[in-house]
Nanobody, 124 residues
Framework: QVHLVESGGGLVQAGGSLRLSCAASGSTFRNYVMGWFRQAPGKEREFVAAIDWIGVSTYYADSVKGRFTISRDNTKNTVYLQMNNLKPEDTAVYYC?????????????????WGQGTQVTVTS
């Protein structure tokens, strides 16, 4: 079992940047595929980005491709989400998630473990 804690959210103007971090504990971090999801008020949780066990392969939602970058440091048991050129529509609670072998990188149901979330608010 792995415990996940997100940090780095906040309030930023459109065009600005934030870097989210997700620290993992309780299990061998490199055994887990890691994902970032987000949920805006009144909307379903949606996929943002994912990264494989060693950080070679990355996957992005079309809405964030070219603006967001996911990375991981297995020596620090941490996954990051660098968010640039933020837009008001990026406003949401951002969650990191983990699973040893997800059936899909893109779906909420494929992940077993979730953090508590961190709020990102982008003003116009």
């Amino acid at each position: 079992q792995v415990h996940l804690v997100e940090s780095g959210g906040g309030l930023v103007q459109a065009g600005g940047s934030l870097r989210l971090s997700c620290a993992a504990s309780g299990s061998t971090f490199r055994n887990y595929v890691m994902g970032w999801f987000r949920q805006a008020p009144g909307k379903e949780r949606e996929f943002v980005a994912a990264i494989d066990w060693i950080g070679v392969s990355t996957y992005y939602a079309d809405s964030v491709k070219g603006r967001f970058t996911i990375s991981r440091d297995n020596t620090k048991n941490t996954v990051y989400l660098q968010m640039n050129n933020l837009k008001p529509e990026d406003t949401a609670v951002y969650y990191c998630a983990a699973r040893v072998r997800p059936s899909s990188y893109y779906t909420v149901s494929s992940y077993d473990y979730w953090g508590q979330g961190t709020q990102v608010t982008v003003t116009s």
